[in-house]
């Protein structure tokens, strides 16, 4: 069963520090990892995306590959309310980059 | 660019009712999903086209049809509506098979079955 597993939190993470969102996938071939925000009432917003092991900055936010641990977690610094969302996980099955299996997510609440 | 639409955005159904969500993209994508989305659940692949003229069945297919009418358009059918269908239902596009596999996704489609 190829499966992507994510913490359901909630994670709650004081404003201004650094929130860490962990997801690990159990298909060693998969290539393509992906992050996606979901505000409340809202659809999936990609934010982040990364092929190579390693860290992938953008802005506040970092996204870390380790393939050989099969795990992929993405960093948010200086976190601000409007950072308090759900944050799914997704990955490419291998040799299927027509599809993403998505983890069910983790919510995340930024305290004021 | 609008992205990808979907319409309508909330709709209520009796059991045994039909009704097509539409989905269209303007974004000149080759592959679009259906996904529904419950409480604890995640997202659910239903069904997906990877190109115009093609369909494929998802995680969960049974209760459904879908159509590809063109590369922009990809709607979804409920033949006979059961409250277990109750759900948020999304759809996205992406550039699949060409390398870039970003999924993008439409506002979603609110629909309760009484």
């Known amino acids: 069963q190829k499966e992507v597993e994510q913490n359901s939190g909630p994670l709650s993470v004081p404003e201004g520090a650094i929130a860490s969102l962990n997801c690990t996938y159990s298909?060693?071939?998969?290539?393509?990892f992906f992050w996606y925000r979901q505000y409340s009432g809202k659809s999936p917003e990609l934010i982040m995306f990364i092929y190579s092991n390693g860290d992938k900055e953008d802005g506040r936010f970092t996204a870390q590959l380790n393939k050989a641990s099969q795990y992929v977690s993405l960093l948010i610094r200086d976190s601000q309310p409007s950072d308090s969302a759900t944050y799914l996980c997704?990955?490419?099955?291998?040799?299927?980059?027509?599809?993403?299996?998505f983890g069910k997510g983790t919510r995340l609440h930024i305290l004021p | 660019n609008a992205g990808v639409t979907q319409t309508p955005k909330f709709q209520v159904l009796k059991t045994g009712q039909s009704m097509t969500l539409q989905c269209a993209q303007d974004m000149n994508h080759n592959s679009m999903y259906w996904y529904r989305q419950d409480p604890g659940m995640g997202l659910r692949l239903i069904y997906y086209s990877a190109s115009e003229g093609t369909t494929d069945k998802g995680e969960v297919p049974n209760g459904y049809n879908v159509s590809r009418l063109n590369k922009r358009e990809f709607s979804l059918r409920l033949e006979s509506a059961a409250p277990s269908q109750t759900s948020v239902y999304f759809c996205a596009s992406s550039e699949a098979g060409q390398g870039y596999n970003e999924q993008f996704f439409g506002p979603g489609t609110r629909l309760t079955v009484l």
């Open positions: 298909d060693r071939g998969s290539q393509s």
């Open positions: 997704a990955v490419n099955p291998v040799n299927r980059d027509d599809k993403i299996i």
